[in-house]
């Protein structure tokens, strides 16, 4: 008997068929697997499926899950995808591969401190506020010049950019606003730049415009409580 594709093989195939129609090769783009409010028990089937590469929001959530699942599986790649507070920078550095979220210059300041306490480079990306929106965390398009040189000053690993784009509307020109913004600061795909955009309803108009890694929740888990 023939068995239905899981929603990872799934979501694995349509990163794939976006990224050949781009003209890109799938091992391009890394999917991070967003397991917020999702208990471990639905995160191990995804992590015995090989999928390695997963995000959370918040810190202290991820704290209580993840220790104990990066000791059965100690491949495993943790991204921070929402805001952080200054405060929690040094729990962040320490349990993270990856932070998705700088948007200001005192982050800027309590992520070197914390890397430098923990003798530990992780990879950042700089929010952007791609849709001026008030309520969203990511710095102004107009503050990221000054911020990224503040994080270069401060040797921080600039790994690009990472957005979200307002709701409901189409997105396509956030992403492709992004890609130009990565371009204009020195963080193109041909200088090494990533590009973090794209969730569950439009990873695949992101992977077309460039995206590098996509951030995908409720197309694997299912929606969320
Ligand atoms: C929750 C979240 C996602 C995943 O959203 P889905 O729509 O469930 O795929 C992606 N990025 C960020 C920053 C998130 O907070």
Not at 47 to 75: C, I, M, T
Not at 141 to 159: C, K, V
Not at 190 to 196: A, H, N, P, V, W
């Amino acid at each position: 008997m023939e068995s239905a594709a899981t929603p990872l093989e799934d979501v694995q195939a349509r990163i794939a068929h976006a990224a050949g129609i781009a003209g890109r090769k799938p091992q391009d783009v890394t999917l991070v697997a967003i397991s917020k409010t999702h208990p471990a028990e639905r995160i191990l089937p995804l992590l015995e499926a090989g999928q390695r590469v997963f995000g959370e929001n918040r810190v202290q959530e991820a704290q209580e899950k993840w220790p104990a699942l990066k000791e059965r599986y100690d491949d495993v790649e943790l991204h921070l995808v929402g805001q952080l507070q200054s405060n929690k920078a040094e729990d962040a550095v320490e349990l993270f591969d990856c932070i998705h979220s700088l948007d200001r210059p005192s982050l800027v300041k309590a992520l070197a401190k914390a890397m430098d306490k923990a003798g530990k480079r992780v990879p950042i990306f700089v929010q952007v506020n791609i849709g001026a929106e008030e309520q969203k965390g990511g710095c102004a398009i107009a503050d990221l010049p000054g911020l990224l040189q503040q994080a270069r000053d401060a040797d921080l690993p600039i790994a690009g950019l990472m957005c979200v784009p307002p709701f409901d509307i189409e997105p396509a020109p956030f992403f492709a606003l992004l890609a130009k913004l990565a371009a204009d600061n020195g963080l193109a795909p041909e200088e090494g730049g990533k590009l973090s955009m794209g969730m569950s309803g439009d990873f695949e108009t992101a992977i077309m415009l460039g995206a590098t890694h996509v951030r995908v929740g409720s197309a694997l888990f299912g929606a969320r409580e």
